[in-house]
Structures are given as C-alpha cells and as structure tokens.
C-alpha cells in the first residue's frame, strides 16, 4: 500500500494466476476500499453432502487435492501430484464450498491414512462408492449417445448367475437376467442427473445389450438427450458480489409505479434454454446475459425520500451454477447504486413483435 503526497490510496495487487500485476487507486482511506478497488470473497460455503464418505473417482494426475482451490487464493499449489497411490484411502469430506466466480463445488477432504493428501479438491473427481470391480461378479456400464460419446459410466456388482440365480464366481458369466432386474429407469434417471440424457430400459439396443451381458464384460446402453428448457433468469440486487442472497427485481410496465426493484429488462428473442436438467456453469449463464445486453440494466427515473429524481442501476456482479428447468429459475445478482437525474430507460426501445420479457422468472 502507498499513500501519495495528495492523500491518494494505492494498493499493490497480483491476479491469483499471476499474469496481472501493479498499483491500482483505493480511495482516499487506508480503512476503506474505494473506486478501483473492492474487497471480495472467492469462496462461498456451500453444504456438506448427505454422505461424508468418499474416495477419488478417477485416480490419477488431474483433478487432485490442494491446499485451496486454485485460483481462490495467490499461489495456490497442489498437496499432492498423483492420487494414484492412494486410490483405496477412505476420504472424509470436512467443509464444502463454492468458488463465487464460476459457482464450481469443491470439497475439504481428510485423509486419515495419509494426512499429508488431505485438501481442497473437485467435487466430481471424489465418488460415495470405491471402485472394487470384480471380473467374477461384477459388469461394467458406459451410457453413450448414438454417435459414441460417452456421458455417465457405472459399476452393476454382485450380479446372479442365469443359471442358477445364485451369485455369480466365474468371470464370463452369464447374468443378462440379473442386470434386466437392475437396470431400470429409476436407475438410469438417478445416474444421469444433471446430464441432460435419459436411459429407456426399453430399447431394443438396450434390452439386447442386457441379455447378452457376462460378468467381467463393459456393456453399452445407449442415452437420447433431452428436450430443451426454456429456463427462467430470477435476477437480485445485492450490496456486494459476495452474497447470494438478495432483493428480487421485477419487470417495469408502464401501468407500474417505478421504484428501487422495477427494472425496465430490455425485449429479447433469445431465451435461456439447453438440455432439460443438464447442468450449466456461471460462466454459461453470465455468457447469456453478456451477449443479450443484460450486464447492466436500469430503473426508470423515480422520486426518492428527499424528492430528488433518480434511477438504480444494476450491474452484474455474479451468478450461480444449475441446471437447465422449466421449473427452477436461474440466478443472477448485481450491485445497485442510485444514480440521479433522468434514468437512460425513460425512454424505452423498440423490439422487434417476437420478442418478450419472459426470460425473467
């Protein structure tokens, strides 16, 4: 920190990647960020899974643990290299949270056999069930799109022999009748969650695939994607980027009354819209609300408590990560400052016959 002969504050600053780096304008306090400089949180607490257990999903190079998600803190570093070592470690998971820009999930794992392993890491890359694959009981599933992309893969273990309905001890097996009794709907629907594809039991492709299925085999059942949802944006103004709670906006009418929360959203054709129940990112959604022209938005002009005319104007700040609903809405939140004078909104634009607000949930 400097302080200049005028009394101008200025802060030395480094980007967690270290790529940016140099003095930047404070304010006039050395006890308040101002202008160019706000504080922020990049980790958000999040919930604790219903199961604590876990283990690595996918043991390996990528996706291990750290002493904090990288990029949340300066110099960030990984507490370990390869978790291959320690594919068969019980993991308990301690704290969870989310980075505040992507809206990504991670997890604080504790690894009692090797506490030197213990740390920050992805929630996709930890798994409730360890990988015990047995060649003599156990079949492989890989779900697939028609074109060979491989979406969700699992584990059917302890399966029965069709010949005896009793466990199977040989690998090559035959369990076709066991897995049909599995490898129901409600299986499927549980495993893609938040993929955006559907398994039909059903299927001609699929029930062969089933029938013809050996112990120590990987099966192939294949996956449609789902139809696209239309999802709604509920937008919040909050007091900084570090909450996720906030003030609900609504969409200005003219018949209204314009106030601190009555936004006058702009008319678009566009909407939110992907593979129902398919996940999205932050970055997905801040992506819509950049390219449709919504990272700033205005109320028209209103009186405040001293009778002066004025206007909030939002901008964005963050977003969360979801997925794809006619049901749930997406959530956005911006900064609001007032403004005074005519607000830029007074006068509205002309949109085009198909477009419409209804983007906003």
Known sequence: MAKTNKGSVYYKIVSMNGKYRGYIYGGKSTTTFADGIQSANTMTDAALPANTTAYFA?????????????????????????????????????????????????????DATNPSVSGWIYSGAVTATQDTFDAKTDVKVQFKTTDGTLVKETTLAGLKADSDSKLSTATGTAVGKDVKTKATNDW????????????????????????????GDTITLFVTKNTNADTKISFYGVSSDLSQQGTPLTVYTTNKTADATTVAFPKLSASFTGANDAAYTANDLQSYLTANGLTTLDTPSYTDKSGAKVY???????????NYSTTKNAKAFYTSPVKTGASPVDTPKEATTTANTNYVG
């Open 58 to 110: 996918k043991p390996g190079t990528a996706n291990v643990t750290w002493n904090a998600p990288k990029y949340t803190q300066y110099k960030a570093s990984k507490q370990v290299k390869n978790t291959t070592p320690f594919a068969k470690d019980t993991l308990k998971i301690t704290k969870a949270a989310t980075k505040t820009r992507e809206g990504s999930l991670y997890y604080y794992v504790e």
């Open 188 to 215: 499927g629907k549980a495993l893609l969650s938040g993929t955006g594809y559907t398994y039909a039991a059903g299927d001609s492709v699929n029930v062969a695939a089933v029938s013809a299925a050996k112990t």
């Open 312 to 322: 909030t104007e939002y901008t964005f700040s963050s977003a969360l990560a979801g």
